[in-house]
């Protein structure tokens, strides 16, 4: 039996993750998964695309998926506006447009496009599904570690779901944090774990897109170079 490609890997993890923990603060998690069975579609379509072999990636580690990205579409930075015009990949029973996924796409074209770029790394986040809090009357897009007692509460999931990752063919010398205070975050998991060599801090997309705007191209320049300089065995 031949051994399952990247994609396959990728696939069949997103397809068995379940989260039943009680939460804080009014904290609640959402599963594309299984919430919507056209996510798993594209999802499928996606990486069977785009990873369809056994290469050792780069990972690029975000925080937790957005309700508006990978919380629709299953593939993290990637609103179902990206996932049809730049990857190709149609999503029928839903329509969303994401801040961090429009850097995201920025970036990549920046770097070669997505076949070359998703050829060299896989993204993805030590908390896979996205989390939301109540909060004046409706439900917010929020980080695994916006509250100490949530950070604690998610870290034994975030430590086996980073294991995972790392498990499908990941370079783990060097790592990239997509937001500072994330990388902040993933040293206090790295520091018992020893997953990672080195996390090198790269501004997130949201916080360039949203407030840096106007120094876009610079952000792009620092991602594709720093992306693309680093040394690998």
Not at 68 to 77: D, K, M, S
Not at 142 to 153: C, G, M, Q, R, V
């Amino acid at each position: 039996m031949k051994n399952n490609s990247f994609g396959e890997k990728v696939i069949n993890f997103n397809k068995s993750l379940k989260f039943n923990l009680d939460l804080p603060f009014q904290y609640k998690v959402l599963n594309p998964f299984t919430d919507n069975p056209e996510t798993i579609q594209v999802m499928k379509q996606f990486y069977n695309r785009f990873y369809a072999d056994n290469k050792k990636r780069k990972f690029l580690i975000g925080i937790n998926p957005s309700r508006h990205g990978a919380g629709i579409t299953g593939v993290p930075f990637t609103d179902t506006k990206r996932l049809e015009k730049v990857c190709g990949i149609q999503m029928l029973s839903a329509y969303s447009h994401e801040v961090s996924s429009v850097f995201v796409y920025d970036f990549i074209a920046a770097y070669g496009g997505p076949f070359r770029f998703y050829n060299d790394f896989y993204i993805n986040s030590p908390f896979p599904l996205a989390i939301v809090q109540y909060k004046n009357g409706k439900w917010v897009n929020a980080n695994y570690y916006d509250n100490n007692i949530l950070f604690e509460k998610l870290k034994p999931y975030m430590i086996a779901s980073l294991k995972q990752h790392i498990s499908f063919g990941l370079h783990t010398e060097i790592v990239y944090s997509l937001g500072k205070k994330n990388a902040a975050y993933l040293q206090k998991l790295n520091q018992s774990e020893k997953l990672f060599g080195k996390i090198i801090a790269l501004e997130h997309p949201r916080y360039i897109q949203q407030y840096k705007s106007k120094e876009k191209q610079l952000y792009i320049d620092k991602y594709v170079q720093i992306l693309a300089d680093a040394q690998f065995i």
